[in-house]
């Protein structure tokens, strides 16, 4: 319907222009092909590159219910981001699996705000505030707020990443929730899953594209890795 709205209200001889992170792939065949006229704006206004997403291999979320514990690999990195005083940004595929992480992580992390929120959440505006305001320090969420949030100070975490539910896109989105800060441009970001699959290696190659032809161009101001 935006779409079509879009187009009705674009004169006969006007353009339309579309601005996107993460772009359809019908659209980047179209770019390649040389048959879309294409601006690429590589880099952050912070001239740092864009952090790359590490690999963490870990059970499903569902087994890690069904177990009643969390691996410590996972613990352990969400402790070093705790320490480093970041926000968590804990993203899941499924609205069920909220609140048994909640108790989880609750229990590994006692003293710390732990919260969860959704789609079906009422509350969710008042804890995205709370959180911006680092009154929450970890919230579990859905891709719900993949896009159009900005916290300085960020971490992600992406649990299931080898899901069905998360495409490339959704990856890229949900990573790009890190490093948005001058303060702290190199947050930190992990794909945990049991399984490596193409959309995970998807993300990071067109993460790491980005990053080299911001090096390439003289965009990226620091060191970093690319």
Not at 37 to 49: Q, S
Not at 112 to 128: L, Q
Not at 209 to 222: D, E, F, L, P, V
Request: net charge positive; aromatic share 6%.
């Amino acid at each position: 319907m935006l779409a079509y709205a879009a187009e009705q209200a674009c004169k006969v001889d006007g353009s339309s222009i579309y601005l996107s992170a993460t772009p359809p792939q019908e659209m980047q065949r179209l770019v390649r092909l040389g048959k879309l006229p294409h601006a690429r704006v590589p880099v952050r206004f912070h001239g740092h590159p864009l952090p790359i997403p590490q690999h963490l291999n870990m059970p499903s979320v569902l087994t890690c219910l069904k177990r009643g514990s969390m691996p410590r690999s996972l613990i352990q990195n969400l402790r070093k981001s705790l320490n480093r005083k970041a926000q968590i940004f804990l993203f899941v595929s499924r609205i069920a699996h909220i609140e048994g992480l909640l108790v989880l992580l609750r229990r590994s992390f006692p003293g710390v705000v732990i919260e969860g929120t959704s789609s079906k959440d009422s509350f969710r505006a008042e804890k995205v505030t709370a959180f911006r305001n680092r009154i929450i320090s970890l919230l579990v969420t859905t891709t719900i707020l993949e896009r159009g949030v900005t916290v300085p100070r960020s971490d992600v975490f992406i649990l299931d990443a080898d899901s069905g539910l998360f495409d490339e896109a959704s990856l890229v989105q949900m990573a790009g929730r890190a490093g948005r800060s001058k303060d702290d441009p190199d947050g930190h970001v992990v794909f945990a899953s049991p399984q490596w699959s193409r959309s995970q290696r998807g993300a990071i190659a067109q993460i790491r594209t980005m990053n080299i032809i911001a090096h390439r161009q003289g965009y990226i101001s620091k060191g970093g890795a690319i």
